[in-house]
């Protein structure tokens, strides 16, 4: 038997780090102390750690021997704790410089950023900022703590309202369950961002300020460089759409999620669904008209997005508005144009996202028979078992539409230069999403990796840890082959809708609930924390044709295809 002895209890404790190397330090030492001492001179900088697979900000104090992991710039939950607290510091230069200026952080940039803007005052000047951003480096230079503090939560409402911040306090009657709330405080600034932070304004380093019109871009780095600051690009395009739901959330009295959940208080929900609906109708009855009137007179009608961004229904929908116009759609999927799996194996592809799995040249060549009139058999590629077989045979009209849905539909190595001619694209996807408040805006990839969950589960059978698991080459895969071509659209359709968190909500927290494996329960726990402010809404009353349906069901476009009577010659296999 091993000896055992009576003992003292320690005065220290131990941090074990995934290199199996360990570091003792009193008790109650900050996380910080323990990274620093086992990373000394990181190429990255650490902004959190994961100790006994609990996320846990740097001040966290140790008060028991625990592996730590830390959580780099790199990694997904360490740019999202970068880029809330780089939130929270410009909010504080902004209203230790300006404090009558009410700060809004609007939506994302494609290049890396939040693009922001301010109300009850004009514009900044390109003076004021370039203040405000000397301002945010001073405080990153004096390594200012951003210091926490427990506070009783009635307390804790007033003085954010204190602030400005009235919706943010009553946001959290409704959801915050605990006794006391986190405040931060930094200068004379306080707020709470919905989670974590970083312990300092010196961990802060990368960032800038960029006038952009009526507002100004708040730059930071992507996670794959994460001390690098891209070039700045125009999106005046995917600005009009951002500008576009603005303007619809004006027009349903709609602007964050207390406003939202205002609405299921008040019996406005009908409302809010049906016309958030309507206002999608009438933007793809718009683009279907810009199609019809197009001087080129497009055969090719090419819609690409990324995963969950409804371009299935966005398809179809569009397919019914071009009907309507009096012109002959017929939908063509990218996906059966996939390479057999056993010709993927042979090839060494394992990544369907990527365009190396679609076979172009048998997609191209049928295109052009298509285009010459031409009768087709088309590819029906079965997921089940990795096979390509035989499809609908088609022979277009002279006036026949050929609206064709993937993800690389807008690759420039897609279609030849003379189809490229005769083609019009779309990108579509949930492009903006109803945000927090002012300072906290929600991002679109969890949108989309909600949906995804809840589809999934519905129609896939896949768990939602399946569904997780496969996420982060996903994302991958938009990232390569999706995102940088998105410039390329002749117009923008914007999939997302005000009301879909609290209807998801229900739908997806039992999911989530279910989610046990370490690594993947962290970002489980992440997507219900975001729910818990939304308040659940059964959503009975949506449109059968509403995008949400292709992922919470109910919807009646799964099986419809334009009819192909008088539209296009059409014969299936026998």
Known sequence: ??????????????????????????????????????YPEPQVPAVA??????????????????????????????????????????????????????LII???????GYYCRVVRRPLFTPEELTAIENHMRELVQQDAPIIREEVPLAEAQARLRAHG?????????????????????????????????????????????????????????????????????????LLQVFEEYGHWLDLLGVYDACTVNGAIRTGRMTELILVSEALHNQRIARIAEMIAAHPSSPRLILIAGPSSSGKTTFTKRLAIQLLSLGLRPYPVSMDDYFLPRDEMARRGLTDFDDISAVEVPLFQHQMEELLAGKAVRLPRFDFATGHREKGSELELKEDGILLIEGLHCLNPGLLPSHLEECSFRIYASALTQ???????????????????VVRDAAYRGYTAEDTLRMWDNVRRGEKRFVFPHQGRADVMFNSALVYEWNVLRSRAEPLLLQVRHPRLRLRAERLLEELRWFVPYPGEEIPATSILREFIGGGILAAYYPSPFERATWRREV
């Open 165 to 237: 911040l009235a919706n943010k306090a009553k946001l959290l009657v409704q959801g915050w369950t605990g006794d006391t709330l986190p405040l931060y405080r930094l200068g004379q600034f306080e707020d709470y961002l919905f989670g974590p932070m970083v312990p300092s304004a010196g961990f802060l380093r990368w960032f800038a300020l960029a006038p952009y019109p009526r507002g100004f871009i708040l730059r930071f780095p992507r996670r794959e460089r994460p001390t690098e600051l891209a070039p700045a690009e125009d999106y005046s395009a």
């Open 49 to 102: 750690a994961i100790v006994d697979g609990e996320l846990r900000e740097l001040s966290f104090p140790l008060r028991e021997d625990a592996s730590v992991r830390p959580v780099f710039l790199t990694d997904s939950e360490g740019i999202r704790i970068y880029t809330r607290s780089l939130s929270f510091l410009l909010a504080a230069a902004v209203h230790a410089l300006f404090p009558e200026a009410r």
């Open 1 to 38: 038997m091993a000896q055992v002895r009576p003992s003292r209890r320690r005065e220290t404790v131990q941090a074990v780090f995934p290199d199996d190397r360990a570091f003792e330090g009193p008790t109650g030492t900050p996380l910080a102390d323990f990274v620093l001492a086992a």
């Open 434 to 452: 109803l945000n927090l408040d002012d300072h906290v805006r929600m991002s679109t990839t969890d949108t989309r990796l909600l949906r995804r």
């Open 106 to 112: 609007d939506h994302s940039v494609p290049f890396g």
